[in-house]
Structure formats: structure tokens, C-alpha cells
């Protein structure tokens, strides 16, 4: 039973380019969360996804991220026009129903831009 | 005020005795917490939940809340090297909010 999967692992960027990360959950959660996490800070929510619905999106930038969870295929968390301070760890965590029981959470995708 | 907040550390203990950390909170009405151990350049992973007053116990691990205090703790008996991680504490339901972690290190 494969866990959370995040890809690419590793991916750079220069300024001005598109970011797109993946995310597939684990076989039967239909939950899915993107955290961002800074270098030496805390995990900040960005957006709470179910299959085809967007769910709270409080914490993501108002511009240039979008994310979805279509029904067919992984989330992605898309950010546009990336910026030197777009570099960070980017975690996916699903759960089976809603969060009460704690996230399985994914390796992570590390975006630096250059 | 940070909603979560945590000792950074590093919280430095020998092998063998008992690492204790602590977070406190500031939303009265916060249910749900959580522990997480994080190594360095890896995933958070789920350690324990906890929603009642009082102890949760597995394992080595003991999850303790005190909603009055507004504290949560994460008891390690029988430290090991390999408990050295950030263990990172958080509340809530859908929307963890977390705190910054604190730094745990076990000294052979």
C-alpha cells in the first residue's frame, strides 16, 4: 500500500516560469492538504482539497497558486510566475475521511528558484 | 500571539531518560492535537492524537492535555539516538495550525 506521493521530488525553476507539483494520496483517502514550509520555519496550511472541490483555500497567496484535485488523476498545486520566494518545501497529506485522526503526509517537493 | 507556540531548542537529553516537550495554545476551543516527529530533510510523521483531557499512552510515547492550562505535552520514556528529530505540535480539524517544532536531541 504506497504511501503519499509527491513529485518531483526536486525541482528548479527560474524566475518567471511555472511551477507544478504533484500529488497522488494514499489508496482510499479522498482528502488531500498542501502545506508550504520554509527553511528553518513551521508548516503553513495552504489549501484543503476533496475530489473536484475546493474545501478552504484561506491559506494559499491570492495570486499566481491555484491548486485541484481532479477526479481522475493527482492534485496539483500550480504556482505561476514563480518567485525567489517561492523556494521552499511544498508537503501533501491525505487522510481517509476528514483530519481527525491525523494526516499521512508525502516526501515533499523542494522548489528552489533561481 | 502565535497560536501554537513551542520551545525551539534544542532540548538536549541523554540516552535512556525521560524527553519531555511542551506546547501551549491559544484557541480555548481547539479539539483536536497532534505530535509530529519530522527528520531533517524528511516528511512530518504522525506520532499521536490526542482530544481528551488527561494521558494518552503508546509505546514509549505519552500524549498529555490539559485544556484549562491550554498545554499539550509528548512524553518520551527510554530516549534514544534515534529520537532525535523536531518534533512539531499541532491543533485543530482540517486546518492544523502548527508550531515553529522543538528541536530534540539524545545524547549517547
Known amino acids: 500500500n504506497a504511501g503519499v506521493m509527491q513529485n518531483p521530488r526536486h525541482l528548479v525553476r527560474r524566475r518567471g516560469q511555472e511551477a507544478r507539483l504533484r500529488c497522488s494520496p494514499m489508496k482510499g483517502h479522498s482528502h488531500v492538504y498542501w502545506y508550504r514550509q520554509l527553511p528553518e520555519e513551521g508548516l503553513k496550511f495552504m489549501v484543503y482539497l476533496q475530489k473536484e472541490n475546493i474545501i478552504d483555500e484561506s491559506g494559499m497567496p491570492k495570486e499566481r497558486f491555484s491548486a485541484e484535485f481532479p477526479k481522475e488523476g493527482p492534485s496539483i498545486l500550480r504556482i505561476q510566475q514563480v518567485v525567489r520566494g517561492d523556494s521552499a518545501a511544498y508537503f501533501c497529506?491525505?487522510?481517509?475521511?476528514?483530519?481527525?485522526?491525523?494526516?499521512?503526509f508525502g516526501s515533499g517537493t523542494r522548489l528552489t528558484v533561481v | 500571539q502565535k497560536e501554537v507556540e513551542q520551545n525551539s531548542g534544542p532540548l538536549s537529553v541523554p540516552e535512556g531518560a525521560i524527553a519531555s516537550l511542551n506546547c501551549t495554545y491559544s484557541d480555548r476551543g481547539s479539539q483536536s492535537f497532534f505530535w509530529y516527529r519530522q527528520y531533517s530533510g524528511k516528511s512530518p510523521e504522525l506520532i499521536m492524537f490526542?482530544?481528551s483531557n488527561g494521558d494518552k499512552e503508546d509505546g514509549r510515547f505519552t500524549a498529555q492535555l490539559n485544556k484549562a492550562s491550554q498545554y499539550v505535552s509528548l512524553l518520551i520514556r527510554d530516549s534514544q539516538p534515534s529520537d532525535s528529530a523536531t518534533y512539531l505540535c499541532?491543533?485543530?480539524?482540517?486546518?492544523?495550525?502548527w508550531g515553529a517544532g522543538t528541536k530534540l536531541i539524545i545524547k549517547p
Open positions: 499541532a491543533r485543530g480539524n482540517y486546518q492544523l495550525i
Open positions: 497529506a491525505s487522510s481517509p475521511m476528514g483530519p481527525q485522526d491525523g494526516y499521512t
Open positions: 490526542i482530544y
